[in-house]
């Protein structure tokens, strides 16, 4: 399985309960119904031992490939109209492509 980690914090005008709502009613669906996404996942993060929280978000898509979901789902309208909306929300994300060791 191949994937993407985005690390990202939000906007300083985007309550964590109006980020909360925006992706369970229309981020995640429209995630999970691209071709390539087998699955979506967002974690919010609550406290960390060192002190240190550089992300409080961290979303996690389960990929068929990176190479189809660059090649077919990322030029669409609807992903390009999804990261109109989206990016303005966050600050510095930070988007790392994995494959799954175990």
């Known amino acids: ?8 914090n939000l906007a300083e005008n985007v309550t964590d309960e109006e980020y909360k709502e925006y992706v369970i009613n229309e981020k995640g669906p429209l995630l999970e119904s691209l071709s390539a996404v087998k699955k979506y996942e967002l974690l919010k993060i609550t406290g960390s031992k ?11 898509m389960h990929l068929t490939s990176l190479e189809e979901f660059y090649q077919k789902d990322a030029p669409t309208q609807k992903f390009q109209d999804f990261l109109k909306k989206w990016q303005p929300m966050t600050l510095g994300a930070n988007v790392l492509s994995c ?3 175990y």
């Not at 399985?1 to 990202?8: H, P, R, S």
């Not at 060192?50 to 996690?60: A, C, R, V």
Request: glycine share 14%.
């Open 1 to 8: 399985m191949e994937g993407e980690v985005i690390l990202y």
């Open 50 to 60: 060192s002190g240190e929280i550089p992300y409080k978000y961290i979303g996690i």
């Open 99 to 101: 494959e799954e060791i």
